[in-house]
């Protein structure tokens, strides 16, 4: 079984979703967690599921479009529980729904770009000056099979936002490598959470399926298992890749 045990581990956006699939496997993993997101009765019900079980945790609400309220969660991070070792910048999303091009009105595209590829940008720049000088580090980033290829599903600045991620996290890679620090990305599709599982009616649902090769939806705990093996040291000759987790969607 990886690792983490006493690793400090902040999974930004873990209040819901992949997020917090991600936060309850390391914290079985032995990790100390960071829930994170805006809504804090959500992250309560993280941090509460964490505790119960024998893990470690604690909450940290900020908007991770703003540097300021990185930095300032950052701080209450350090005094809380030490520096960061591990970092997912999961938070984000799509603002925006599937359209042509030229129905993408200029905040719609800035919303998009803001909530992934600059979300993304600034919270590895609050965290990564500490990894360089501790000289280690995790660093796993989340894209989307958006970003792998044109599709019509696909809202065109979330997946141009996403795809930027994958580039900024092979660039981290480069650039932070000879500190000690490894820097990868995974590009989920089709991962049912509770934000869209009730919201897709049965004809849809069987369809979206039948899209998949495996034949079935993913879950939070397929990310997770992921993000647990590139947090870890099995996977210390890893960086700078892009892990599709997306039940063979992108090869059709
Ligand atoms: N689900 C999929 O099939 C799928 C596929 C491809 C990629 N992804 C990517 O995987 C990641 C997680 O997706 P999900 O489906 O788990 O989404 P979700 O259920 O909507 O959860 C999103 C999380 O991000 C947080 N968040 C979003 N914007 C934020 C901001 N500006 N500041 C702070 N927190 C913010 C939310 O916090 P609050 O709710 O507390 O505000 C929440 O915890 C996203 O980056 C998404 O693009 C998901």
Redesign the pocket.
């Given at each position: 079984m990886s690792d983490l045990n006493g690793k400090v581990a902040l999974v930004?956006?873990?209040?819901?979703?992949?997020?917090?699939g991600i936060a309850k496997e390391f914290a079985r993993h032995g990790a100390k967690v960071v829930v994170?997101?805006?809504?804090t009765a959500?992250?309560s019900a993280v941090r509460a599921e964490i505790e119960q079980a024998g893990g470690q945790a604690i909450q940290v609400a900020?908007?991770?479009?703003s540097f300021a309220e990185i930095e300032d969660m950052r701080g209450k991070v350090e005094r809380a529980f030490g520096p960061i070792d591990v970092l997912v910048a999961?938070?984000?999303?799509?603002p925006i729904k599937p359209s042509p091009l030229e129905e993408i009105s200029e905040d719609g595209w800035h919303a998009s770009v803001d909530?992934?590829l600059t979300?993304t940008f600034l919270t590895i720049k609050s965290v990564l000056p500490g990894m360089k000088e501790r000289g280690s580090g995790a660093i796993i980033t989340?894209?989307?099979?958006?970003a792998r290829r044109p599709h019509p599903g696909s809202p065109i600045a979330?997946a141009a936002a996403?795809a930027g991620i994958e580039l900024l996290t092979k660039d981290v890679a480069a650039q932070a490598g000879p500190y000690g620090i490894r820097a990868n990305c995974i590009?989920?599709?089709?991962?049912r959470?509770?934000?869209?599982a009730d919201l897709l009616p049965t004809a849809v649902l069987e369809q979206l399926i039948e899209q998949h090769p495996l034949r079935r939806l993913?879950t939070?705990e397929d990310i997770a298992r992921a993000a647990v093996f590139l947090a870890s040291a099995d996977s210390s000759w890893i960086t700078g890749i892009v892990v599709d987790i997306a039940g063979g969607a992108v090869l059709v």
């Amino acid at each position: 079984m990886s690792d983490l045990n006493g690793k400090v581990a902040l999974v930004t956006g873990s209040s819901r979703g992949i997020g917090a699939g991600i936060a309850k496997e390391f914290a079985r993993h032995g990790a100390k967690v960071v829930v994170h997101g805006r809504d804090t009765a959500a992250m309560s019900a993280v941090r509460a599921e964490i505790e119960q079980a024998g893990g470690q945790a604690i909450q940290v609400a900020a908007d991770v479009t703003s540097f300021a309220e990185i930095e300032d969660m950052r701080g209450k991070v350090e005094r809380a529980f030490g520096p960061i070792d591990v970092l997912v910048a999961n938070a984000g999303g799509t603002p925006i729904k599937p359209s042509p091009l030229e129905e993408i009105s200029e905040d719609g595209w800035h919303a998009s770009v803001d909530a992934n590829l600059t979300a993304t940008f600034l919270t590895i720049k609050s965290v990564l000056p500490g990894m360089k000088e501790r000289g280690s580090g995790a660093i796993i980033t989340i894209s989307s099979a958006a970003a792998r290829r044109p599709h019509p599903g696909s809202p065109i600045a979330y997946a141009a936002a996403k795809a930027g991620i994958e580039l900024l996290t092979k660039d981290v890679a480069a650039q932070a490598g000879p500190y000690g620090i490894r820097a990868n990305c995974i590009a989920p599709e089709g991962i049912r959470t509770e934000q869209n599982a009730d919201l897709l009616p049965t004809a849809v649902l069987e369809q979206l399926i039948e899209q998949h090769p495996l034949r079935r939806l993913g879950t939070p705990e397929d990310i997770a298992r992921a993000a647990v093996f590139l947090a870890s040291a099995d996977s210390s000759w890893i960086t700078g890749i892009v892990v599709d987790i997306a039940g063979g969607a992108v090869l059709v």
